[in-house]
């Protein structure tokens, strides 16, 4: 079956110092990955994408992630976290050739001042 | 440009009732989803319109669940009767083109409370 895992309910990091949110997925082919984020009583909001091409994408906010097709995995990283990174995180893939998204369960990030 | 805008943004019933959510999606867009997110859980895939046609309904749980798209604007998904499983936040996203750009836009969600 088709699968998103993050295994970390919750990131805790303090401001200042890197963070890395973990994901790895079970999806036959060379599926599409995304990276999503829900801020409080907000909606979920695009971060980046990997479709093909250099392993390290960046996104919006000073976000990147890094494609690892040999460990199936699509982490999160920032160099640098800031206290309004609070947020809950999604990692999502897609079938080239589907519609549907496949979701983790996501990630709250809780960073300190 | 405005958002995909979802109401109601909260809506608390009775088991046996009927709810209707609604969701605008980011206008232009011809591909609309409706998704689900039971608490604590993955958010799960519903359904996709491609303007006024439903895609793919794979993920509907079953038949009280009716999704609509007349015209191929706004859309509604209604829940009748709902039972207590089928509370949970209720997403709406919109693209375009998944082939010109593969991203979804997602509305805030519905959140549904079946007491």
């Known amino acids: 079956a088709q699968s998103v895992a993050q295994p970390e309910d919750q990131v805790n990091v303090a401001e200042g110092n890197p963070l890395t949110v973990k994901c790895t997925y079970s999806?036959?082919?060379?599926?599409?990955l995304f990276w999503y984020v829900q801020y409080p009583n907000r909606g979920l909001q695009f971060l980046l994408k990997y479709i093909t091409g250099d392993n390290l994408v960046k996104g919006s906010y000073g976000f990147e992630a890094e494609f690892n097709k040999s460990q199936t995995s699509f982490h999160l990283k920032k160099p640098s976290a800031l206290v309004s990174d609070s947020a809950l995180y999604f990692c999502a893939v897609r079938r080239p050739a589907g519609t549907a998204l496949i979701f983790g369960k996501g990630t709250t990030l809780s960073v300190s001042s | 440009e405005a958002g995909v805008t979802q109401f109601p943004s909260h809506s608390v019933i009775e088991k046996g009732q009927t709810v209707t959510l609604r969701c605008d999606p980011i206008?232009?867009?011809?591909?609309l989803y409706w998704y689900r997110r039971v608490m604590g859980k993955e958010i799960k895939f519903l359904l996709h319109?491609?303007?006024?046609?439903?895609?793919?309904e794979s993920g509907m749980p079953n038949n009280r669940f009716l999704a609509e798209r007349t015209g191929g604007t706004y859309s509604t998904l209604k829940v009748q009767p709902a039972e207590l499983e089928d509370s949970g936040v209720y997403f709406c996203?919109?693209?375009?083109?998944?082939?010109?750009?593969?991203?979804?836009?997602f509305g805030e969600g519905s959140r549904l409370t079946v007491l």
């Open positions: 996203a919109s693209s375009k083109p998944l082939a010109e750009r593969p991203e979804l836009f």
């Open positions: 206008s232009g867009h011809d591909n």
């Open positions: 999806v036959s082919g060379n599926p599409y």
């Open positions: 319109f491609v303007k006024e046609s439903k895609q793919d």
